[in-house]
């Protein structure tokens, strides 16, 4: 099990150079990208990266209104929770967002890993078993709980990483207003 802070995460530049990412975790076969987690900050207008035969789940972390589009498709995010999914080729331009902006990145091989995400709220949440998960907090605190071993508590912009086929893994708000995602890589 891995343990990150978001602030904590070094940066890099985005594939086409235009933006900032911060790697969570990753898998590659073949010398070819797999899946990738990453929380992408966005601070001005610029094109997205391609990335062919990937599927994208992108879940706004902390902002405003957020808009990606191109000539045929507009994708909105209207503030921290919101969840869109597109093809990775797609060319799409970022408008310029309100104010700065995180994004929960999730891009899987088209075909060969299935991914899920959940947001989890008011009610605990039963993770699903299996494959590579990530669980990150947007807001508030929580608590994962694994079938067996320490419990971890985790803040707005902590999160985990862990590899596990165990079935009984479950996270619980500790106090009400927040919120976190829970994504599996299978």
Do not use: K, Y
């Not at 498709?73 to 921290?80: E, I, M, N, Q, S």
């Not at 608590?143 to 707005?156: S, Y």
């Amino acid at each position: 099990m891995h343990r990150f802070c978001i602030d904590d995460l070094p940066r890099e530049r985005w594939r086409n150079g235009a933006g900032w990412t911060r790697p969570v975790c990753s898998r590659e076969v073949g010398g070819q990208p797999w899946w990738r987690v990453s929380v992408a900050d966005i601070t001005a207008a610029g094109p997205f990266s391609h990335f062919e035969g990937m599927d994208r789940i992108a879940v706004m972390l902390s902002g405003g209104g957020l808009c990606l589009s191109n000539a045929d498709v507009r994708l909105a995010f209207d503030g921290p929770g919101s969840v869109v999914q597109f093809p990775g080729e797609w060319a799409l331009q970022c408008d310029a967002p309100e104010v700065p902006t995180q994004l929960f990145n999730i891009m899987a091989r088209r075909g060969s890993t299935g991914v899920r995400v959940l947001l989890a709220a008011d009610e605990p949440l039963a993770l699903p078993p299996g494959g590579h998960q990530v669980a990150l907090v947007l807001r508030g605190q929580f608590e994962l709980v694994p079938p067996t071993g320490a419990r971890h508590i985790l803040g707005a912009g902590e999160g985990v990483h862990w590899q596990s086929q165990d079935a009984g893994w479950c996270a619980a708000q500790i106090r009400g207003g927040g919120a976190m995602v829970w994504c599996a890589l299978l």
